[in-house]
């Protein structure tokens, strides 16, 4: 995309899960506090009006979005206190990716079928990964944020921590609203600005959202033939390959040189087969001349999987390999491979 600063925003359906207790979580490193007290608002709202008039916002916008917006103290609390992960891919894997979500993307894939279809023909993603990052994000639609766009994003770029940032991101999100995509109201998201059933930012939006239904605007809120257009253009803006899948499971030899592992490292499927890498069921690797990575989120004598392009450009959507392996997981398991991803 990028919709990241320094860190990923994690999706709310995760959030849901560390909000039902399936593991603790710890703070991220300490943040940088602002070098001064933000500008008193009014007049930094004023001057942030004038700048948004010179980037060819119209008035009847701004009157729309930022006639009487109030700063949102429950943003900056939740700004300050992100969460990171401290749970295992194990139990990442068991709450994100659970037989319950994989069961939900199968009935979500069935109903929605021939729309994915359509759309996976014109993008070239396969539809049980555009219904895999619909589950991941956003539990298919069902927890898509409580927070208005606009003053969730005019507290962030006042507070100053993060401010050039947000402001950019205001701006692109007034942008949106000028367009006439939607209402200054009616956008809705997450308390960092990140929106809809695919949880766009809104640099993201203008980046890859499509009008897909055809009728003049871009809603990923509401209309599903635009939600999943969409998240499959943003795939393939990020690089997605049309006929290849994530990666998979494998098994790595005692021998294995711990030096090679990371996304830093890419070889052949074949040099991987040569240097002793398995199937996690000790078949051969298989014979596609394209370039991997071998990874191993929990270390040395964790899960290993190889990875390819695909996973790569899941990556680009959420900088966590916890992330793009559950999704490369669900999307498995809901098109309907057995595919293990930890072994008993």
Not at 14 to 21: D, F, K, N, P, R
Not at 23 to 33: D, N
Not at 189 to 217: E, H, I, T
């Amino acid at each position: 995309m990028s919709r990241y600063l320094l860190l990923p925003l994690i999706p709310l359906a995760i959030v849901a899960v560390l909000a039902s207790g399936v593991a603790p979580v710890r703070a991220h490193s300490p943040v940088t506090e602002p070098s001064a007290p933000p500008e008193p608002f009014p007049q930094w709202l004023e001057q942030l009006k004038a700048d948004a008039l010179k980037k060819g916002i119209s008035p009847a916008t701004l009157d729309d979005a930022l006639t009487d917006v109030e700063l949102i103290p429950r943003v900056i609390e939740l700004d300050r206190k992100q969460p990171e992960f401290s749970m295992t891919f194990r139990q990442y894997l068991s709450g994100v990716g659970s037989d319950e979500r994989i069961a939900r993307g199968k009935r979500g894939l069935a109903k929605h079928r021939a729309l994915l279809d359509s759309v996976s023909a014109q993008y070239g993603v396969p539809p049980q990964f555009i219904v895999a990052l619909w589950g991941v994000e956003t539990d298919f639609g069902r927890l898509t944020g409580g927070f208005k766009v606009i003053p969730a994003l005019v507290t962030l770029a006042h507070d100053g921590r993060r401010g050039s940032y947000f402001r950019t991101e205001l701006f692109n999100a007034l942008k949106i609203i000028d367009q006439g995509h939607i209402a200054a109201d009616e956008m809705m998201g997450s308390w960092a600005g990140a929106m809809g059933q695919c949880q766009f930012m809104p640099s993201s939006f203008l980046r890859a959202a499509v009008d897909n239904n055809g009728d003049g605007r871009k809603d990923i809120w509401t209309t599903q033939a635009d939600v999943f257009a969409s998240a499959a253009n943003l795939l393939r803006a990020n690089g997605w390959v049309t006929g290849r899948t994530w990666g998979r499971p494998v098994k790595l030899p005692d021998s294995f040189d711990s030096g090679m592992v990371g996304h830093k490292v890419r070889k052949s499927l074949a040099e991987w087969q040569r240097l002793g890498v398995r199937r996690s069921d000790g078949r051969d690797l298989p014979r596609v001349d394209i370039q991997a990575s071998v990874i191993t989120p929990e270390g040395g004598g964790g899960a290993a999987f190889i990875v390819y392009e695909n996973f790569r450009a899941i990556l680009k959507w959420n900088r966590s390999d916890f992330f793009a392996l559950t999704v490369g997981y669900l999307a498995d398991r809901i098109s309907g491979k057995n595919t293990v991803m930890i072994p008993q």
